[in-house]
């Protein structure tokens, strides 16, 4: 909507309107502030929650401000539960999926893009398809599967579930499109295999979409709460979420450490965001949509 | 930051401009039939797609394709399976869960897909300006969709606490004599889930959003000021036409998403109270896995998909229709 006006013949029009720009600046600012504070408020609320006593999270009138500053919270978490067993899980999980993910979806996505060979296209409008079914329409049969083969309770089911989805490759292969064909057809004639090509001249060209997948997909995975949830029985399995999810069971009336486990949560998936917002950012306006 | 691709570029033959696809480059023509160049083409192929294609095959394909023979089979966890016909969809018609599910996940849908698209667009709009700090706006704004759900879920439900929490000490400050019960209402339980929805994805398909409208061209935008058309005109003549088909895109994903809701519910409400906020995937969810009925849970799931799919057809025939 910014538009860029042409420049008035008189001084005075031009000076009225260099007032209204700043106005209009001043007003969006304003609006701006605004809605950062709503959008925002959770999070504050949830990080002053974190240092009250229990008595204190759900007061009349909201303390936005801890009356006393309850560190202890972030000491008593680790032997109240199992957290550093639950960072540990989501850890493992989220790496290996990202891993796997990053690593055979460049793969294959290079081969979507720069070898040709017959029924590839239709290969790939098969991978499409896929996306678009809701999860959900497939979990049972998974399920099924899972069961049958004696995965089920193990990180191997959730791994093998998530770390090969048509979304990386679909992801990459989007990236690799941009990279010339001729680029690759002046390698081959040097004589460089198609193996080289991928490693020594696709791959490096392609950091960015990497860092974009890789963030994604560890985001996503970190973030799951249905699989784990479906899959993982065991305490001594659970992830972030699921252990998350069962302090509001276990733990119903202490506020305060719930609030403390959620802001533990979330600051990993803060940290990782803030370093690489601008990969995510292009990734998601790349592909449109998430895993 | 890489090029913004356009936002309707997920489709298998993306229009990005800075390079043809592989198939018209004259550098690279297609081998000719039965050529042993030909054949190392599809193994080299192949060999590349084949360790992502392993795991998508067996872990997303079949279960795809099997979801739909099983949704015609009697199974569960203590017969064998057999064939059922059509009885899991005349089940499903007289199934007062699903009825109840169908019609919170379409309430659901209602609620969710116009909000989010009309604050993602405004948010949009609003962020997509040379002025100094933006960045920092957007990425703040954007936020919310990163946080994980439970954490979410947790905190929104105790904002949402009827008698104390500092949602409704708000509306009593500005004079609401009755605010809702929220969370624990059977009424407001959902409108309470939507808006904690809408929160949390508005940033999503902010981004989104504002990938469309960077492909706009400037000279459009001179040349409507050149004609004297300001703001609104300028907004509806020029920025929503050509923002058409991110509009489009972000509609069939939202309803997507609409429809498959799940995590955040169940975290919030576990679809409670009563059943008041039961949507389709937590049905799907109670009858497969915790009842272990394989063939009717499968028929709810392909009843799902039947839906989502149907509407999304109907939206690209409506875009179609509006295009000519």
């Known amino acids: 909507m910014a538009v860029a006006g042409a420049a008035g013949p008189l001084h005075a029009s031009r000076k009225a309107k260099a007032g209204r720009e700043r106005a209009r600046r001043v007003a969006l ?42 560190w202890s919270n972030y000491d008593s978490i680790w032997s109240v539960a199992p ?21 055979t979806g460049s793969f294959a996505a290079y081969g979507f893009s720069k070898v040709r060979f017959p029924g590839r296209d239709a290969l790939f409008l098969g991978y499409i398809a896929t996306i678009a079914v809701p999860w959900q329409a497939y979990m049972i049969p998974q399920y099924i599967m899972m069961q049958q083969a004696h995965l089920t309770d193990s990180f191997l089911s959730l791994i093998l579930l998530q770390a090969f989805s048509a979304f990386g490759v679909f992801l990459m292969r989007q990236y690799y499109l941009s990279i010339p064909d001729e680029l690759v057809e002046a390698a081959r004639l040097d004589g460089l295999s198609d193996y080289g090509i991928w490693a020594r001249i696709v791959l490096p060209l392609t950091k960015p979409a990497l860092a974009s997948l890789a963030l994604l997909t560890f985001v996503n995975t970190w973030n799951d709460y249905m699989g784990p949830f479906i899959y993982l029985s065991s305490n001594n399995l659970w992830t972030v979420q699921i252990g998350l999810a069962s302090f509001i069971g276990q733990y119903s009336a202490q506020y305060a450490m719930i609030m403390t486990g959620s802001v533990i949560s979330v600051v990993p998936v803060l940290v990782i965001f803030l370093v690489g917002q601008r990969f995510f950012i292009a990734g998601i306006a790349t592909s449109g949509m998430k895993g | 930051m890489t090029s913004l691709a356009e936002p309707d570029s997920w489709l298998p033959e993306p229009r990005t401009t800075s390079a043809g696809g592989g198939r018209t480059s004259p550098a690279n023509p297609p081998p000719s039939r039965r050529s042993p160049l030909r054949r190392r083409a599809t193994l080299v192929g192949w060999s590349f797609i084949l360790p992502n294609f392993i795991g998508f095959a067996l872990f997303t394909l079949v279960p795809v394709l099997a979801a739909f023979v099983l949704a015609f089979t009697h199974w569960d966890a203590y017969n064998p399976p057999s064939w059922a016909g059509l009885r899991n969809f005349a089940r499903l018609l007289r199934d007062e869960n699903f009825r109840v599910a169908l019609t919170n996940t379409a309430l659901y849908a209602l609620g969710h897909v116009p909000l989010t698209l009309a604050l993602s667009l405004g948010l949009a709009l609003l962020l997509n300006q040379k002025l100094r700090g933006i960045a920092f706006f957007r990425v703040a704004l954007f936020f919310p969709y990163v946080t994980s759900l439970v954490a979410v879920a947790i905190v929104w439900n105790m904002l949402f606490n009827p008698t104390s929490g500092p949602v409704n000490q708000f509306l009593h400050l500005i004079g609401a004599a009755d605010p809702p019960g929220w969370t624990a209402s059977p009424t407001w339980a959902l409108p309470a889930v939507i808006i904690t929805a809408v929160w949390k994805d508005m940033g999503y398909y902010m981004v989104l959003f504002l990938a469309g409208l960077q492909t706009i061209p400037r000279e459009y935008y001179e040349a409507a000021s050149v004609d004297g058309a300001t703001g609104w005109r300028t907004f509806w003549n020029v920025t929503v036409p050509c923002l058409r088909p991110t509009t489009f895109f972000v509609l069939v994903m939202l309803t997507i998403s609409s429809f498959k809701v799940f995590d955040l519910i169940f975290v919030m409400t576990q679809g409670g109270p009563g059943r008041s906020t039961l949507v389709l995937s937590q049905l799907i969810y109670q009858v497969g896995i915790l009842d272990g009925d394989f063939g009717y849970s499968s028929a709810i799931a392909l009843a799902l998909f039947l839906i989502v799919a149907a509407i999304t057809v109907f939206q690209f025939r409506l875009q179609q229709r509006r295009e000519q």
């Open chain 1, 83 to 103: 957290m550093a067993g639950y960072l540990a899980n989501s850890s493992i999980l989220a790496v290996t999926i990202t891993f796997l993910q990053v690593l």
């Open chain 1, 29 to 70: 600012y304003v609006v701006l502030a605004v809605l950062l504070a709503i959008v925002l408020t959770p999070f504050l609320w949830m990080l002053s929650s974190s240092l009250k006593h229990d008595i204190d999270v759900l007061s009349i009138p909201v303390q936005w401000i801890p009356k006393d500053w309850v």
